[in-house]
């Protein structure tokens, strides 16, 4: 036979799923000899083309789909509380991300009846695979554990014969004990970081004290307890330092911004400023520059620095500090475009019209020297009509321009009409002793949105650019919501009696009239909620998907090279392609750039989980000494073990278990995302407001227990099973059970979903 093309290697591989080493693709197709190095081309091309992934050195399998039975390794808590992995394979993870929906069989009698424990993140276990309405599930056929092997950082507590670690993961149940003599310099009260012994699983865990890493008693212990729970580095290289302290710039040739009075605008805190903007008007629109700082020039490909950012990918923000991606010697001097201080700058001059459409741009390398560093409050209160001291004298020259500026890119934004989900945010204030002093809601201004859309149209110039060079680079995409999402927001809206027609392209302006339709209705929570729930995440990658929440072609990250490892890609991109110095990137580079695009997204992902962590502790130590009081929330999770809801106050997450709602049996609904009284049809729903009773706090773990108080929802008699078949009881402490089931609250017996 003729070698095949493509068409019939994906048709085989579809028709035969078991099927995934390169020499059994190759027997099945009958190829031979000379023909294995095409099948091995045509593979790779399949790869690079993103039809098929590897699961293994040689193993390929199609695009999102996976064998019936595979290894699967736990990754993280999802929003909605659920357990995730990914399928496990010789050279790494691959495939979509799968929900742990419990064990693949009943407990039998006798000895198998005690059901082994449920995973928790870093677990691996052999799972079953299948495509469910949300995407893929895995259920345990066994458990590998392999946090044997991994540190665990807990609270010490000193005993007669050594000591005990309670671990601050919430899905580690059990304690581990260490003996005297392994003890190290631990003392009670002290957060440790340990490592298991090796154990045949009888008997108590025994772990060895590695690193004392502080005291529970200090106030700002959360974040310790995050940077060392998901292994954010903290200290820099000796080399990188140096190269941070003594390196020079790359020489380059600039033009001369100095003359013209370029500001920053920052929060009052802010310690680096990468970003400096200026516009003036042309009669007919308007010029606008976005100067950012030159990080490439100081931190070269392949030095000590450049590999000590990418191995961070990015600073993480917790609310008492920030672990940066660079020295501070850069990120907080050299390179931050400090007021009155020469500064090199990688700039943007774009022009607009009068309608914000943007009618040219140009990239260039310039020295600048900031006219002044401006707080948002300072600016938005001097564009208001009250300048303080500093802003007076930039009132007519400088901000007013640039809010007029803003006024016309805003038309265009307006027509564009990226999602409107302006969710607000809370930020937690200490007092000079490093105590909680309160939970503020972070104030919004238009000084805010103007930075905001000024340093989108930068970025969109900046992939503009690269692509008009024919030059590869890393985009930020947000791929538009999946077919199942959508099917699952049409049924759950249709139970609200509104109509979402499928089989159209997904547009955010759709999205936008559902959200305000609802924004004054009983409603808008729980659509808000679900509209949320619906898009995918945003991701690094070298292929184009667009932005779909900001409605954009092509986006790139730019503006953020002193925090992000990808705008620095992108600058020296840019470098390369408009030829603006010999510091671009080379083509070592540009051959990882999928490699590089995968790993600044896990780091994003790392940060984002340890922050996440940080503010779920001091939140819990914050309302430790509630307990008792009552609260108003939303409910912003719904699963058979019970519901989440988020509390107004101050934005902590708490979990109510299924059990202690009442007395009846509940079925949950997972097209509605609620829960329903069986007989009397009562529901809790997603979004739905409620008050509730704050039962326990566990600030080192951060979780909250709540209690509800609210009555539910009335509903017809009968109530609305869940889907059929799913009715196994929850699994594990309330998260990553399966998608449906029904459970008996107090009076039924047993106490589960905890």
């Known amino acids: 036979m003729s070698f095949p093309d493509k068409k019939t290697v994906m048709a085989f591989l579809e028709a035969n799923p078991h099927i995934t080493t390169r020499r059994d693709i190759a ?62 394979g010789n050279d790494g993870l691959f495939g979509p991300d799968l929900i742990y929906s419990g064990p693949a069989h009943r407990p039998k009698g006798g000895r198998d009846k005690v059901r082994q424990r449920d995973p928790g993140v870093g677990d691996l276990a052999l799972c079953k695979v299948s ?72 008997g108590p865990k025994l772990a060895i004290v590695q690193e004392v890493i502080g005291k ?48 920053t605008i920052d929060p009052a805190d802010a310690r680096d400023h990468d970003d400096a903007v200026f516009a003036e008007e042309l009669g007919d629109g308007w010029r606008v520059i976005v100067a950012i700082a030159d990080v490439a020039a100081y931190v070269t490909e392949g030095s000590a620095l450049d590999k000590e950012a990418y191995k961070r990918g990015n600073s993480t923000y917790f609310p008492d500090r920030v672990v940066p991606m660079l020295p501070f010697e850069l990120s907080a001097d050299e390179c931050s475009l400090k007021e009155g201080q020469l500064r090199r700058c990688l700039a943007v001059v774009m022009e607009f019209d009068k309608s914000g459409t ?23 209160t001097a564009i208001d009509g009250h300048p303080s001291e500093r802003a007076a004298p930039l009132l007519d ?59 989108i149209q930068a970025n969109v110039a900046a992939a503009e650019s690269l692509e008009k060079a024919r030059h590869p680079l890393i985009y930020r995409v947000h791929d538009q919501p999946s077919d199942a999402k959508l099917a699952a927001l049409a049924e759950y809206l249709k139970t609200l009696d509104i109509k979402w027609a499928l089989g159209e392209r997904p547009q955010t302006s759709r999205f936008n009239r559902l959200l305000a339709d609802s ?83 896990t780091t994003e992902r790392r940060s984002m989980a340890a922050e996440r962590d940080a503010t779920d502790r001091y939140l819990a130590l914050f309302l430790q000494d509630r307990v008792g009081a009552e609260f108003e929330g939303r409910i912003t999770g719904v699963t058979k073990a019970g519901l989440f809801v988020r509390l107004a106050e101050t934005a902590a997450d708490g979990f109510i278990p299924i059990s202690s709602l009442s007395s009846d049996f509940w079925d949950f609904d997972d097209v509605a995302m609620r829960l329903v009284a069986r007989g009397s049809g009562k529901h809790f729903d997603l979004g739905q407001t409620v008050s509730v009773r704050l039962k326990e706090v566990s600030p080192l773990q951060g979780g909250l227990l709540l209690e509800m108080l609210s009555s539910p929802l009335a509903g017809e008699r009968g109530g609305r099973p869940g889907r059929k078949g799913q009715s196994r009881p929850p699994q594990g402490r309330g998260r990553g059970g399966a998608k449906g089931g029904r459970h008996r609250g107090k009076a039924g017996g047993k106490r589960r979903g905890k």
């Not at 950082?153 to 014969?161: K, P, Q």
């Not at 140096?242 to 001369?256: I, L, Y």
């Open 27 to 88: 027997k099945g197709l009958n190829v031979k000899g000379d023909q294995r190095a095409q099948l091995r081309a045509v593979l790779k091309e399949l790869e690079r083309g993103g039809s098929v992934e590897r699961a293994g050195k040689r193993k390929f399998v199609k695009k999102d789909h996976l064998p019936n039975t595979t290894l699967v390794q736990f990754l993280r808590i999802d929003e909605h509380g659920d357990l995730i992995g990914k399928a496990s």
């Open 131 to 202: 495509e469910g309405p949300e995407g893929f599930q895995a259920r345990i056929i066994k458990l590998i554990d392999k946090r044997e092997n991994q540190p665990v950082i807990g609270l010490f507590t000193s005993t007669r014969h050594g000591g005990r670690v309670e671990s601050v993961n919430r899905r580690d149940k059990y304690d581990l004990l260490i003996e005297r003599q392994d003890m190290g310099e631990a003392k009670d009260g002290d957060l440790v970081q340990v490592m298991p012994k090796p154990s045949r699983g009888h």
């Open 216 to 263: 529970v008693g200090d106030p700002r212990a959360a974040s310790l307890i995050a940077l060392h729970a998901h292994g954010i580095p903290t200290e820099f290289p000796e080399a990188a330092l140096k190269q941070a302290r003594e390196g020079k710039p790359a020489p380059a040739e600039r033009e001369d911004l100095t003359q013209i009075p370029l500001i």
């Open 358 to 380: 943007k009618r040219n741009h140009r990239f260039i390398r310039a020295m600048m020297k900031s006219a002044a560093g401006l707080s948002y409050d300072e600016a938005q």
């Open 397 to 455: 020259t400088v901000l007013k321009p640039l809010w007029g500026a803003y006024a016309a890119v805003g038309k265009a934004r307006e027509q564009r009409a990226p999602l409107d989900l302006d969710l607000p945010e809370r930020r937690i204030e200490f007092a000079e002793d490093g105590t909680i002093h309160q939970i503020a809601v972070k104030e919004r201004f238009d000084a805010h949105k103007l930075i905001e859309e000024f340093m």
């Open 519 to 601: 924004r004054d209705g009983e409603t808008a929570d729980m659509i808000t909620e679900i509209v949320l729930r619906t898009q995918a995440q945003a991701v690094y990658a070298p292929e184009n998907l667009g932005h779909f929440g900001l409605n954009l072609a092509r986006y790139a990250h730019f503006t953020s090279p002193i925090r992000r490892y990808a705008d620095l890609i992108v600058h020296r991109a840019l470098i390369s392609a408009l030829k603006l110095g010999p510091d671009g990137m080379s083509k070592e580079s540009l051959s990882r750039l999928e490699e590089i695009a995968t790993h600044i997204t």
